[in-house]
């Protein structure tokens, strides 16, 4: 097998223009790099180079080694410029499971963030609902999943990714707007936007309302936040979202208040362990738990 070492010294004495030249760029000193060459020689079986007049003359069978050495020094180069993108996590897929709640708001943009510091990293955002998200995680069909409820299970991390008071949605001009909260008490007998009997969060919304003995119309119901705000913005009554749907630039005509009461909305970061390790999804994991603690902070 041809020696790397032997290869890169005929290259550099070719491209040079002789011993000397190429043991400055080598970082060598003359014999080693003449020690290098009759390796080569000896390994190849035809002389590279003849001195002619003090100078050192490439053979014609040197001359056409020489470019067919360029292809594998060209392929030397993208292994190494591949191994370096890979050390910095450049290049890869990632397969990102969520609850509409944070697809549809902020989770984009996070992500797109992190692809233009990486563009030759592509992911695949799924927006799920929390059975699926959960299914997903469990049998590590993909690199992290962003729900609202916990799991329990060994094959998967569960850690809290965001918390934050729940954000009650008025039309503009509606009677509670003055107020800087909404208690659970003013919103009796208000035309609700409840969100779909399946949903999860629906199930946590009642429980609040029921806890606090408080009725309300319920005759609208679906299943996207998104879409309970859009409810609001026709007329059809106020709905109690979680604050990344709030305070969406496409719910900026709305207007939202924080709702007072001790139940936080939480989204739970889902991060499967039997996953093949992956530094691309270590980086992801890592600016998505920063970017959340910042959205923590200002919706706060």
Same mark, same amino acid.
């Given at each position: 097998m041809l020696n790397t070492r032997q290869l890169d010294a005929f290259r550099? /004495?070719?491209?040079?223009g002789g011993i000397s030249r190429a043991a400055v760029s080598m970082n060598l000193s003359q014999p080693a790099v003449s020690k290098l060459i009759t390796a080569l020689e000896a390994r190849l079986g035809f002389v590279l180079f003849r001195r002619e007049h003090q100078r050192l003359v490439p053979t014609a069978e040197a001359r056409v080694f020489y470019e067919a050495t360029k292809s /594998? %020094?060209?392929q030397f180069n993208r292994l190494e410029h591949l191994a370096t993108n890979l050390k910095q996590s450049a290049f890869g897929h990632l397969v990102i499971a969520t609850a509409? *709640?944070?697809?549809?708001s902020v989770l984009p943009a996070i992500i797109s963030q992190f692809q233009f510091a990486r563009p030759q990293v592509s992911v695949s955002m799924q927006v799920q609902n929390t059975p699926k998200l959960i299914e997903l995680a469990i049998s590590q069909q993909v690199d992290a999943a962003i729900s609202v409820l916990p799991v329990d299970d060994p094959t998967v991390t569960c850690e809290s990714l965001f918390r934050g008071r729940w954000a009650c949605v008025l039309p503009p001009g509606h009677r509670l707007e003055g107020e800087s909260v909404i208690l659970p008490a003013q919103l009796a007998d208000e035309p609700f936007i409840s969100l779909g009997d399946e949903d999860r969060m629906r199930l946590l919304v009642d429980d609040i309302f029921a806890r606090e003995g408080v009725t309300r119309i319920l005759r609208t119901s679906t299943q996207l936040a998104m879409a309970a705000c859009e409810f609001v913005r026709v007329g059809a009554g106020v709905t109690l979202v979680d604050p990344l749907t709030a305070a969406a630039p496409t719910n900026a005509d709305l207007v939202a208040r924080p709702f007072d009461h001790p *139940?936080? %909305?939480e989204l739970k970061l889902l991060t499967p362990s039997a996953r093949p390790p992956s530094s691309v999804r270590d980086e992801f994991i890592a600016h998505l738990k920063r970017e959340f603690a910042v959205l923590s902070r200002n919706l706060s």
């Open positions: 550099c /004495v070719m491209e040079a /594998v %020094f060209g509409p *709640t944070a697809g549809l *139940t936080l %909305f």
